[in-house]
């Protein structure tokens, strides 16, 4: 009888329960920078120090969406970590300089809304599917836009209030477009999960 080779499997491998992944440990890198970046800032040390610890947190970001995506290292972990840890460090960072400008104030008011309503609608959606659902790119652009504006406070000693607000409406327009976008897929989600969960249970019932 002919000896038939074993075909090696190429499937990707299933991290969508894993805990210690690349991107992950990331994610956690990110955190643990979050209280660095917030301490020199308000020593007032040079500028560069803190601007270069949040290029390296958006470095990291970055990359842990490409390990992630490229080999396949997706997950459920990752899905919550990641948007956890750019939203932390965008607060901390908003509430240091809040404490000296009152713009900002205001932009952190509207992200801590946002960000309210977006928990809530993700409790419902994980009820409803038992899924979490990566960010999308009106979520990235947001990151990305508040980033900027925080790189441009840091850099630009004496800032002029009239840039502030400008950048401040920015964001927030940002911000609002990036709600209703996804309060919208989320709806669906949840309607989706619920005709689903309803589907199972009539099918049970008749099985």
């Known amino acids: 009888m002919e000896n038939k080779e074993k075909q090696p499997n190429t499937e990707p491998r299933d991290y969508s329960k894993a805990i210690f992944t690349i991107p992950n440990l990331l994610s956690l890198f990110r955190l643990i920078l979050i209280p660095i970046i917030a301490v020199t800032y308000l020593r007032g040390e040079q500028p560069w120090v803190t601007v270069g610890l949040l290029l390296l947190s958006g470095a990291t970001d970055i990359v842990d969406g490409w390990v992630a995506r490229t080999f396949h290292m997706t997950s459920d972990l990752g899905k919550a970590l990641d948007p956890i840890a750019d939203k932390l460090t965008q607060f901390t960072l908003l509430l240091c300089m809040a404490l000296t400008n009152r713009p900002i104030r205001v932009l952190l008011i509207c992200m801590v809304l946002k960000e309210v309503v977006m928990g809530v609608e993700g409790i419902q959606v994980l009820r ?12 990235k652009a947001n990151t990305c836009l508040l980033h ?11 800032i002029p209030e009239a ?9 927030m327009g940002m911000m609002l477009l990036s709600l209703v976008l996804y309060t919208l897929d989320n709806v669906k989600r949840i309607r989706q999960g619920n005709l689903n969960r309803a589907t199972r249970t009539e099918d049970e019932v008749h099985g």
């Open 148 to 158: 900027g504006t925080l790189l441009v406070h840091l850099l630009w000693y004496g």
């Open 163 to 171: 840039v502030t607000i400008a950048l401040v409406c920015l964001c």
């Open 128 to 139: 409803a599917t038992g899924t979490t659902y990566s960010a999308r790119w009106h979520g």
